[in-house]
């Protein structure tokens, strides 16, 4: 047995619930047994190298830990993990990623080799790279990270020249974009949408309850109608309106009785600095942001940079029309050779929809969401 890919399928049980911590799966091996398996399931609770002890049913010393990332090695909301490892008699620990965040940077491994704990790093990094790849980059640029998600028709419309736009793709796509919401912290549209469509912008996956993200209202000039159902939802999570400095005050008071929290950014060309917004957002523990925009703030977003990642979901399905928005707006790219490219693409059927999802390589990195490690008690 894969020792270390259980450890990941462990991990990926706290998809959703983590944020902004990693998502981690521990697994204790003793005489080829399986003997105590454990994950992070919820920000601020145990980390999975304690679920695993505590879910032990023999005696761990002498055995072998998998755990995907470095333990920790100091105390935040829990004590170290790596204390822990040295105090139960662990003999050998198989680690995924080294952490390279300043509050741990090895010095987790450190502990258990000075303990006389053999150490082996590096298995499956790869995969635990990709399954953290949210945490990698929050942690290390204190950004967080944009996935833009995007559906259009064949010929390239998100919606008709009437502005109709339900349903473009099918029940698997939307189904498959819930669960998008449900893993990301923040869910970001722009006021177009919120005046055309009056979304809910909440999490449905059917049978099991999903984490509602903040939803995050793009919105100028604070043009978002009292009544509009971000304002006036029963939700965990809350609406945050990014507004710049011309819009109405009274307007914003208004908004923040209603329960809303208003961020004022700095104007950009008119509209709302987000590069500006990802950090006030970053600041509040918002370690994802899915994009729901229109065409004019997709546009915005890839111009200013703030996009690591995109899902397109493509429909077979031709709606025409010169006035039909396509997924991306604003003035557009002038030449070919300046046009953004995607890396590590990945294509995906959902029933008669294709999803093609790509990262937008960033100045700086070694590889696609190779963003590095963070810190598991933030």
């Avoid at 470095?70 to 829990?78: I, L, Q, V």
């Avoid at 040295?86 to 450190?110: E, M, Q, R, S």
């Avoid at 100045?363 to 969401?369: D, L, S, T």
Wanted: aromatic content about 6%; hydrophobic content about 40%; glycine content about 10%.
């Amino acid at each position: 047995m894969d020792y270390m890919k259980r450890a990941l399928e462990l991990a990926k049980k706290g998809i959703g619930y983590t944020n902004p911590n990693p998502l981690v799966g521990a697994v204790i091996v003793k005489e080829g047994r399986i003997i105590g398996e454990g994950y992070h399931k919820v920000y601020g609770d145990n980390h999975a190298e304690i679920n695993a002890f505590l879910n032990a049913t023999e005696d761990v010393k002498g055995a072998t830990m998998y755990v995907t990332l470095e333990p920790c090695s100091h105390y935040g909301k829990t004590p170290p993990c790596a204390k822990a490892i040295v105090d139960k008699g662990i003999k050998k620990v198989v680690i995924g990623l080294k952490d390279p965040n300043t509050l741990v940077a090895g010095k987790g491994i450190k502990i258990l080799q000075e303990a006389g704990i053999e150490v082996t790093v590096g298995v499956l990094e790869d995969e635990v790279r990709k399954l953290n790849e949210i945490f990698l980059k929050y942690i290390t640029t204190k950004l967080p990270f944009v996935i833009m998600k995007t559906a259009m028709t064949l010929d390239g419309k998100i919606a008709t020249c009437k502005n109709e736009s339900k349903w473009i793709t099918g029940e698997l796509s939307r189904k498959y974009v819930h669960t998008l919401r449900h893993r990301m912290s923040g869910l970001m549209v722009g006021i177009g949408t919120i005046l055309v469509d009056n979304p809910y912008l909440t999490t449905r996956l059917g049978d099991s309850k999903g984490c509602d993200p903040t939803r995050i209202i793009v919105d100028s000039n604070a043009r978002i109608p009292l009544d509009a159902r971000v304002l006036n939802l029963e939700s965990e999570a809350k609406t945050i309106i990014a507004v710049t400095e011309k819009a109405n005050k009274e307007k914003i008071r208004i908004l923040k009785e209603k329960g809303a929290e208003v961020i004022i950014t700095p104007c950009k060309k008119e509209r709302v600095d987000l590069t500006f917004l990802m950090k006030e957002l970053a600041a509040r523990k918002i370690d994802s942001i899915l994009l729901e925009g229109g065409s004019q703030l997709n546009y915005s977003a890839l111009e200013e940079g703030i996009v690591d990642k995109v899902n397109v979901f493509i429909a077979p399905k031709i709606i025409g029309g010169n006035t039909a928005k396509t997924p991306v707006g604003g003035l557009g790219i002038a030449h070919i050779k300046d046009a953004i490219a995607l890396h590590n693409v990945n294509v995906q059927l959902f029933g008669k929809d294709i999803m093609i999802e790509g990262y937008i390589r960033k100045e700086g990195r070694n590889n696609v969401y190779g963003f590095g490690g963070g810190d598991r008690n933030s």
